[in-house]
Nanobody
Framework: QVQLVESGGELVQAGGSLRLSCAAS????????MGWFRQAPGKEREFVALITSSGYNTDYADSVKGRFTISRDNAKNTVYLQMNSLKPEDTANYYC???????????????WGQGTQVTVSS
């Protein structure tokens, strides 16, 4: 398992952009599928995006497809989430996580960060 630390969350106006980062420790970072999840107040944590270990393949929730882009830099042990055209409904605590499997299932993601808060104002 790897240790994950998210950063970059802040208050932003609707229509704006933000880039989240997730720094990972450990030499096996490149072996993991990385995912982003989010949890809004009063809601369950939901899938946002994932990226394969190579970075060649990605998957997105319908709610963010076309607006968000997940990427990774294995040399820096970092995964990113570029968020554009932000909406108030994107407001949530965002978490990154790692998995040995290509899946959206949260149960398959073993290591989790502590989260970073994104707030989108109207």
């Amino acid at each position: 398992q790897v240790q994950l630390v998210e950063s970059g969350g802040e208050l932003v106006q609707a229509g704006g952009s933000l880039r989240l980062s997730c720094a990972a420790s450990g030499r096996t970072f490149s072996d993991y599928v990385m995912g982003w999840f989010r949890q809004a107040p009063g809601k369950e944590r939901e899938f946002v995006a994932l990226i394969t270990s190579s970075g060649y393949n990605t998957d997105y929730a319908d709610s963010v497809k076309g607006r968000f882009t997940i990427s990774r830099d294995n040399a820096k042990n970092t995964v990113y989430l570029q968020m554009n055209s932000l909406k108030p409904e994107d407001t949530a605590n965002y978490y990154c996580a790692s998995s040995k499997y290509y899946t959206r299932s949260q149960s398959r993601f073993v290591s989790w960060g502590q989260g970073t808060q994104v707030t989108v104002s109207s």
